[in-house]
Each structure stands twice: as structure tokens, then as C-alpha cells.
């Protein structure tokens, strides 16, 4: 299951309208609906705020997503556990080496030092390269 489908199953399962969940969260109702069905894009935040929205994490929503060094690739959305809890980084190549970026400020992590609770494979916050 795509994470697209996933969200729309989870804003179906909690008894939500695209309308009402893009008023939550401050978009339009298109807009939601783009996403749901793939012609948009979504970035970090504004996923933190639906699933936010529908009572979840990214921790919780990508849970079954299995977290290992060797399977990280540049624009991998991780989820790692900080002293300040579970938070969102980017995977990105600096110099030829894989770094996690924090989504939020902070500093870069080496994912070989970082507690990884799940991963993402979509490609979340802009439009795809060619």
C-alpha cells in the first residue's frame, strides 16, 4: 500500500472529508485530493500536520517500514529517536557520504549513530527530478 492510499484509508477510517481535513490543516481541499492521488507532491511539514491532524505520527504511519543502514538512499525520509523523542530526517549525500538532516533545526546525524524507528522511500517535499 502507497503511503497516498494509507492516507487516505486513515482520514477515511477517522470519519474525516478531504474538506475537513484540509481546513484543519490549512489547505485546500484540491490540494488534499492531489495528494491523495498522486499529482502532488507533499513536503515534510505539511505531512507532519495531516497525520497530525488525523491523530497520528510519522513514526506510527510508516511503522512497518523496516529501518536499516544499508537500505538508506539520498531523499529517504527517516523517523529517529533524539533525547527530544522521535523526529523527521532527510537522507542526503554531502561529499559521497550519507548524512541525515534534520527536518527541524539541529544538527546532521551519521545514520550510523542514529536510533531509526522507520523510513520512507517516497519521495516527500517537492516536485520529481528528471
Known amino acids: 500500500m502507497t503511503y497516498r492510499s494509507k492516507l487516505r484509508a486513515l482520514r477515511v477510517k477517522r470519519g474525516l472529508t478531504q474538506s475537513q481535513l484540509a481546513a484543519a490543516v490549512g489547505l485546500?481541499?484540491?490540494h488534499v485530493s492531489m495528494i491523495e492521488s498522486g499529482?502532488?507532491?507533499v513536503r515534510v511539514n505539511t505531512m507532519l500536520d495531516?497525520?497530525?491532524a488525523l491523530g497520528?505520527?510519522?513514526c506510527e504511519f510508516f511503522n512497518d517500514q523496516p529501518a536499516g543502514l544499508d537500505e538508506l538512499r539520498q531523499n529517504d525520509i527517516v523517523m529517529v529517536r533524539t533525547a527530544g523523542?522521535?523526529?523527521p530526517f532527510t537522507v542526503s549525500d554531502v561529499r559521497g557520504r550519507l548524512v541525515l538532516l534534520p527536518v527541524a533545526d539541529g544538527p546532521p546525524l551519521d545514520p550510523?549513530?542514529?536510533d531509526i524507528v522507520a523510513i520512507t522511500r517516497h519521495r516527500i517535499g517537492g516536485p520529481k527530478q528528471t
Open 28 to 30: 485546500s481541499p484540491s
Open 56 to 58: 497520528s505520527t510519522m
Open 112 to 114: 550510523a549513530d542514529a
Open 39 to 41: 499529482k502532488r507532491e
Open 50 to 52: 495531516i497525520l497530525e
Open 85 to 87: 523523542g522521535v523526529e
